[in-house]
């Protein structure tokens, strides 16, 4: 089952608007990072944040994470059409000498001009 | 450059016929993951592997087989008993150690599309 559930699963937005997407997750993590997928393509790292931060910024990214409530969020400041594509929230945690990745559904994002 | 290599882009699957998809990578990572992935869903774990020879199923493994001979090479075999093979699938690998590590980023392949005929 997944572990990961972003919320909305989908979001349309103007240019220029900003984005935020959620993710909650069930156990407890090493770190959580958020991917962008265009479609029928592989996924792209954005960022990732570890257990024991609480926010993280790269660009136009900042992405938050609460280990009290088990989420997270990505946000996208001043969005642009080519920001258009599937993100998706993923966890490692490491159990019985395994690191295990969990992926979410996925947040569609649509930005238009 | 290093990275993850995900061999044919497109295949074709007969009916009762077995395929298997390549994945390669060179970032000297321990682990590797295969991803199933239907049409505007999310990534569903099929195997999963953290060193040589060793595998362990996840939550879609039946219909599936893998190998892990070589730490560069984990190849998926689609067999006859998946009866809905039709989807994208997706490689990655991580960098790990035994005690696990907070830092360690996932890398993707392109992915292969998958489609019986």
């Known amino acids: 089952s997944q572990q990961g559930e972003e919320d909305p699963q989908a979001l349309s937005i103007q240019e220029g608007e900003n984005a935020t997407m959620n993710c909650s997750y069930k156990?407890?993590?090493?770190?959580l990072q958020w991917y962008r997928q265009n479609s029928g393509r592989g996924l792209v790292h954005l960022i990732l944040?570890?257990?024991?931060?609480r926010e993280k910024h790269s660009g136009r990214l900042r992405v938050t994470l609460d280990t009290s409530k088990k989420s997270s969020s990505l946000l996208i400041t001043a969005s642009r059409a080519a920001d258009t594509a599937s993100y998706f929230c993923?966890?490692?945690?490491?159990?019985?000498?395994?690191?295990?990745?969990?992926f979410g559904a996925g947040t569609r994002l649509a930005v238009h001009p | 450059d290093g990275g993850i290599t995900q061999s044919p882009k497109y295949l074709f699957r007969k009916e009762g016929q077995n395929v298997t998809l390549s994945c390669e990578q060179n970032?000297?990572?321990?682990?590797m993951y295969w991803y199933r992935q239907d049409p505007g869903q999310g990534l569903r774990l099929i195997y999963y592997?953290?060193?040589?020879?060793?595998?362990q199923k996840g939550d879609i493994a039946e219909g599936y087989s893998v190998s892990r001979e070589k730490k560069e090479s984990f190849p998926l075999t689609v067999t006859s008993a998946q009866k809905n093979p039709t989807a994208f699938y997706l490689c990655a690998s991580l960098k790990s150690s035994a005690m696990g590590q907070s830092g360690n980023t996932i890398y993707f392949g392109e992915g292969s599309w998958l489609t019986v005929v």
């Open positions: 970032l000297n990572h321990d682990a």
């Open positions: 592997s953290q060193i040589v020879n060793d595998f």
């Open positions: 944040i570890r257990s024991n931060e």
């Open positions: 993923a966890t490692v945690s490491f159990s019985g000498g395994y690191n295990k990745l969990i």
């Open positions: 156990t407890s993590i090493n770190n």
